[in-house]
Nanobody, 127 residues
Framework: VQPVESGGGSVQPGASLRLSCIISETDFFSAFAMGWYRQAPGKQRELVATITNTRDTNYADSVKGRFIIDRDNNKKTVSLQMNSLKPEDTAVYYC?????????????????????WGPGTQVTVSL
């Protein structure tokens, strides 16, 4: 199942953006845990937020209190509301799905064998 991300852009520090990801080619979206990742130039992919199939959420310390992950199972989408953006949030943002949150966590370092990655959406935060 290949995700398709959208909603990125170029904004000033302090602004907000809302990213969206759709995974339409599955009948099992509601069963998946979902994650948002980001990758800045020259850096490893980082998992920034997860949401389970029961809507439990978790965030990286760097975004806690500023980002909100949510899901709409009817639309097969997961969103990432990003508030109080900082220059260090600049990256390409990706989403992905897995049966287990542990798999999403491992995918940040091992690339998620068997997982399909979408094109991502660029977020640039600068003056």
């Amino acid at each position: 199942v290949q995700p398709v991300e959208s909603g990125g852009g170029s904004v000033q520090p302090g602004a907000s953006l809302r990213l969206s990801c759709i995974i339409s080619e599955t009948d099992f979206f509601s069963a998946f845990a979902m994650g948002w990742y980001r990758q800045a130039p020259g850096k490893q992919r980082e998992l920034v937020a997860t949401i389970t199939n029961t809507r439990d959420t978790n965030y990286a310390d760097s975004v806690k209190g500023r980002f909100i992950i949510d899901r709409d199972n009817n639309k097969k989408t997961v969103s990432l509301q990003m508030n109080s953006l900082k220059p260090e949030d600049t990256a390409v943002y990706y989403c992905n799905a897995a049966r287990l949150v542990a798999t999403l966590i491992r995918a940040a370092s091992d690339g998620g064998p068997g997982m399909y990655w979408g094109p991502g959406t660029q977020v640039t935060v600068s003056l």
